[in-house]
């Protein structure tokens, strides 16, 4: 059942108008589907292991429904939350953002327990899995710079690491176009709107889901088998029943 709240702007439109209908819980093929996975190398620089009680990093990949998705199945992951970074307060509006023009990307702040998952370990399911990191100023259907490939540093030192292992990816070819993610440090998250949170558990059959972002819970499960956790760690706690 298609959900009546607002779906992203032009990409998402494009998709649900030429996508193919579900049908009794089966998703027919689509050129939008999403990519596979893929097996890479951890980072070679990381940071340590904490006693802390929890850790911040920010990521955008693409829409935030599937990246927030992944990270919710991800063990270590204390809350995955949907939201806006790379602009200003008074931007941070899912129909403002949608136009393109305010800075912003569609993010998930992950906040993590640093004894059981390290920066990297998050960085490295970031880009095998929650969304492919060659593509610039897009993700599967949706365009434009709200939809890029970026990582939103806390600090310094997790500044270095993911330029690290940028370097470090590219250098091996891991991929067969280079890295496009934009490093971006000193920029505030926004929490989105409430509408927006765990939107992949509570509609695993909206067909823009289906298509594009349950595989890669599976794709998470395949490559990390480790860190998969069957059972995602939600914003709304109530979501879950």
Same mark, same amino acid.
């Given at each position: 059942m298609f959900?009546s709240r607002?779906q992203?702007?032009?990409?998402r439109r494009?998709?649900l ?7 009794? #819980?089966t ?5 939008f ?12 620089? /990381?940071?340590p292991?904490s006693?802390?009680?929890?850790e911040?990093?920010v990521?955008?990949g ?7 998705g992944?990270?919710?199945h ?12 790379? #602009?200003?307060?008074k931007?941070?509006d899912?129909?403002t ?7 912003h990307a ?13 920066y990297g ?8 899995v929650a ?7 897009r993700?599967?259907? /949706? ?7 970026a990582i939103?540093?806390?600090? /310094?030192?997790?500044a ?8 470090q ?17 000193k ?25 594009? /972002?349950?595989?890669?819970? #599976?794709?998470l ?17 109530k979501?879950?029943?």
């Amino acid at each position: 059942m298609f959900d009546s709240r607002p779906q992203h702007f032009l990409g998402r439109r494009a998709f649900l108008m030429g996508a193919a209908v579900l049908t009794a #819980g089966t998703v027919a093929h689509s050129a939008f589907a999403a990519e596979d996975g893929r097996a890479i190398p951890a980072p070679a620089t /990381d940071l340590p292991a904490s006693a802390a009680p929890s850790e911040v990093m920010v990521v955008a990949g693409g829409c935030f429904w599937g990246v927030q998705g992944v990270f919710q199945h991800t063990t270590g992951v204390i809350q995955a939350v949907s939201g806006y970074a790379g #602009g200003l307060k008074k931007d941070a509006d899912y129909h403002t953002v949608g136009g393109g023009g305010t800075g912003h990307a569609e993010s998930v702040e992950i906040t993590y327990d640093p004894s059981k998952i390290t920066y990297g370990k998050l960085l490295q399911i970031f880009f095998a899995v929650a969304h492919n990191p060659t593509q610039l100023n897009r993700q599967g259907p /949706d365009d434009g710079p709200q939809y890029r490939s970026a990582i939103f540093p806390r600090d /310094d030192a997790q500044a270095t690491v993911a330029a690290a292992y940028i370097a470090q990816l590219n250098q091996a070819h891991v991929f067969p176009s280079p890295i496009v993610t934009k490093i971006q440090p000193k920029k505030e998250f926004y929490r989105a709107e409430a509408y927006h949170q765990d939107y992949m558990t509570l509609n695993p059959r909206h067909p823009y889901i289906a298509f594009n /972002d349950l595989a890669k819970i #599976g794709e998470l499960k395949k490559y990390f088998p480790d860190a998969y956790r069957a059972k995602p760690v939600l914003v709304n706690a109530k979501a879950d029943g």
